[in-house]
């Protein structure tokens, strides 16, 4: 039974040793990484061939990799490594790692060339100073081919498991049947669409209504299509817990769990939801279950590749019978399970462990992008970095003296940038470079120190070391899709801010990666707002999924007559307040009233309490806990009646699931637009220079889809019925009702 696997994970699966050890991070971006590459192959001779694919047979096992770099002149192999801080820091199993790929190529490259020896070298470019400190060897082919065999003698056994694995897997998702005996309205549709995407390897993007079973509806098709299409794995991405939630539940509808389909499935959680020992640092001197991590973890993987839905609870408990760090363990069984669930970060954040695994593994896979109106916001914030002057101040008190001068050296830079931007807000021409050159300067400075001096930083130091970190990588990849911004606060503080606009030229390598990529939910309108901010490739198909829901189940009237305007809420509480108690006394029930601010919802609030006591209503306060948000949410119980204040765009504003008599109706008391701000002001610019359509893409776009997502708190099945008003005079014009759920009818101009 053949098994396909890259030298990468043939050596790491049996080179590593010893304990866990994250000292000498936090490392190279995956862009660092390229870069870094690029530069030490352009320093080589013309004959110098970079990127040399190789691959070799063991048995049954093909091992298949690329080599940095090849130097015929010097028969010379290199296997090039960017680190940060000094190169001598790096762990000893850390080398003997990079030593075990290197030696493998060198294996393939004799069998390749018929070459009797080889050179071989190991290049550590350090990112910051640009400087190569380069290990030699001579190894004959005799010598290599046996470390090659020894590798692959060792992975043997782990291969012909997961062939064995891979072959019932992919039997059994052939005959993989829908677990429900009919599909939902739309369901097909959707599922069929998904289908299709996957063997055309394709993207695509799909607003489909809630209701509809778009979780299960975006799975099933995806497995059906994983035999057929060779797909190694599928990722389900989701912005909150609750998304993630219902993909397992999902998956365990459709069959897997003990006893039931092959199918690896694992929960990725953040580290400081599954870490055992916070107080503690990511190595062997510190946490236990960092000490010799690495020769406990064959016994936990083997024990965790037989639990077949490895969610949080699982992992743990795997984890804690083989005294290993859960969150590693998990980071490890991501290598081995079919399908992953996790956080958007997962595959698209720049240092994407999902993305990076696929990259490098040349996995073949497919990605499920649940809730996809909020990836351009979350987006930007994964490319988005800030420096903050007075955490500069703090981290500079807090530093030990080795480290006082680098980060002086910032200040200095600092204050020039000061100096040179007056106004209270004010985008810079580009990234400062004597700012970025002290930063990576104290950047490295503190990852010498800790090389050193093992142990915890001042909590300052280590959040402005980490953010100064992010702030490095961001302006290396600067340009017309983020922006360079000061804000003053007060007379010694500022911010400096590096502010992605359009996320594109990051998530299109990503998207461009996958065999296919669906991006669903209920509010993806207009699509080119989507497609030019994400970078979807120029063949996305598109889909609207025909609703379940029909117009007779929503009336949605228009309060033309009220204006939601800054300058008019003073005159506008009255009104509204008047109006919520109008429909409450006509059908009273639960309800629910959005409003753009708390300001604004305090004063609406506080006008139907003088108006109308005899209305029950409770509010959304500043700061909830996740106990005062169940409190909120549960006073919405069959039978209540009351009205709820919430914020749009909050917690409360989508991801709330309120079936039946639980919410019979919404007021939305306010388009969703943004603030008009200075920063937003330089948003609509550069939208408006890079589409041709600022104010859509800045305020319309962006606001409209919040408001569509609360309004569609109010029907979730097709048994429900309900009411929604939108109060302002806008709605009522027709760009603004096109962009409206086709399925409403929307009543034209209800007097308030």
């Known amino acids: 039974m053949s098994y396909t696997v890259a030298v990468r994970a043939l050596c790491e699966f049996t080179a590593k040793q010893g304990d866990l050890d994250l000292r000498f991070t936090p490392s190279p971006s995956a862009q660092e990484g390229i870069v870094g590459h690029a530069v030490v192959q352009g320093r080589r001779g013309g004959n110098y061939r970079a990127e040399v694919a190789l691959s070799g047979q063991w048995q049954d096992l093909t091992v298949r990799g690329r080599a940095d770099g090849y130097d015929p002149d010097e028969n010379l ?10 190169a001598e820091s790096i762990p000893d199993n850390h080398r003997q790692l990079h030593w075990a790929q290197l030696r493998v190529y060198g294996h393939l490259m004799c069998v390749e060339l018929g070459m009797q020896q080889v050179n071989l070298a190991l290049v550590y470019y350090d990112i910051g100073s640009g400087v190569e400190t380069v290990l030699r060897e001579t190894r004959d082919a005799a010598w290599l081919a046996a470390h090659f065999e020894d590798l692959c003698a060792r992975f ?5 498991r997961e062939a064995a694995h891979r072959e019932k897997r992919d039997a059994a998702l052939s005959d993989l049947r829908f677990p429900h005996p009919d599909f939902r309205p739309g369901q097909r549709q959707l599922a069929e669409n998904i289908y299709r995407a996957n063997t055309s390897k394709r993207c695509l993007l799909a607003q489909a209504p809630t209701g509809i079973g778009k979780t299960v509806g975006s799975l099933f098709p995806v497995l059906k299509a994983m035999p ?9 991405l989701a912005a909150k817990t609750p998304g993630r939630q219902l993909a397992l539940h999902a998956a365990a509808s459709l069959g897997a769990g003990p006893g039931g389909l092959p199918l690896r499935v694992l929960e990725l959680s953040a580290r400081d939801k599954l870490c055992e020992h916070p107080d503690k640092a990511c190595h062997g001197e510190s946490c236990p279950l960092a000490k010799g991590f690495y020769d406990r973890l064959p016994a936990a993987r083997l024990a965790a590749s037989e639990v077949p839905v490895l969610d949080r609870g699982a992992l743990r408990v795997v984890a804690a019978a083989h005294e290993v760090c859960p969150y590693y363990l998990g980071s490890e069984m991501a290598r081995w399970a079919d399908l992953l669930v996790g956080d958007y970060n997962y595959y698209f954040d720049g240092g994407a462990m999902l993305y990076a695994l696929s990259l490098n593994n040349g996995w073949r896979v497919s990605v499920l992008v649940d809730e996809a109106h909020n990836m351009v916001s979350r987006a930007r914030a994964m490319y988005s970095g800030e420096l903050s002057r007075d955490l500069l101040r703090l981290a500079r008190a807090g530093a030990p003296p080795q480290l006082k001068k680098a980060l002086e050296k910032v200040g200095r830079a600092w204050t020039e940038v000061d100096r040179g931007a ?7 021409e580009g990234v400062p470079e004597k700012l970025v050159n002290a930063l990576q300067n ?9 090389a050193e001096f093992p142990g915890p930083l001042d909590p300052d130091l280590q959040r402005f070391h980490f953010d100064a970190l992010h702030f490095i990588r961001l302006a290396e990849s600067f340009g017309e899709h983020s922006l360079c911004d000061l804000a003053r606060e007060g007379v010694r503080d500022s911010t400096i801010s590096i502010r992605n606009v359009v996320p594109a030229p990051f998530l299109g390598p990503r998207f461009a990666l996958a065999h296919s990529s669906t991006l669903f939910s209920a509010t993806l309108s207009p699509w080119h707002y989507f497609g030019d901010l994400l970078g979807l490739p120029l063949d996305t198909a598109w889909i609207d999924v025909e609703s379940p829901f029909r117009a007779h189940q929503l009336q949605v009237h228009v309060a033309a007559d009220i204006s939601t305007r800054y300058q008019h809420r003073a005159a506008s509480t009255r009104p509204i307040a008047d109006l919520i108690a109008r429909q409450y006394d006509q059908q009273p029930g639960n309800y629910l009233a959005f409003f753009s601010s708390f300001d604004y919802l305090e004063q609406v609030a506080a006008e139907l309490a003088r108006r109308h006591p005899e209305v029950p209503a409770w509010r959304q306060e500043r700061r909830m806990s996740e106990a005062e948000r169940s409190a909120f949410l549960d006073r919405f119980a069959p039978g209540g009646r009351g009205v709820g204040f919430a914020v749009l765009g909050g917690a409360f504003g989508e991801g709330v699931d309120l079936p039946g008599e639980r919410l019979i109706g919404a007021f939305v008391a306010t388009l969703g637009l943004p603030q008009v701000n ?8 550069r939208m408006q220079k890079l589409f041709g359509a600022g104010y859509d893409y800045t305020y319309l776009y962006p606001g409209i889809q919040k408001v569509v997502q609360a309004a569609g708190r109010v029907i979730r099945t097709e048994s429900d019925r309900g009411v929604v008003w939108l109060i302002d005079d806008r709605f ?9 759920p086709a399925w409403w ?4 101009a209800a007097p308030s």
Do not use: C
């Open 422 to 428: 007056a106004a209270p807000y004010q985008v810079l």
């Open 732 to 740: 009522a014009q027709a760009s603004i009702r096109s962009l409206m």
């Open 77 to 86: 192999i290199e296997e090039i490594k960017t680190h940060r801080g000094k």
């Open 745 to 748: 009818e929307l009543d034209g």
């Open 442 to 450: 104290a950047t490295s400075a503190v990852n010498d120190f800790l």
């Open 678 to 685: 200075p920063v937003n002001e330089q948003l609509r610019e």
């Open 228 to 236: 057929q299409q060779g797909i190694d794995k599928a990722f389900f």
């Open 156 to 160: 043997s056994h782990w291969a012909a």
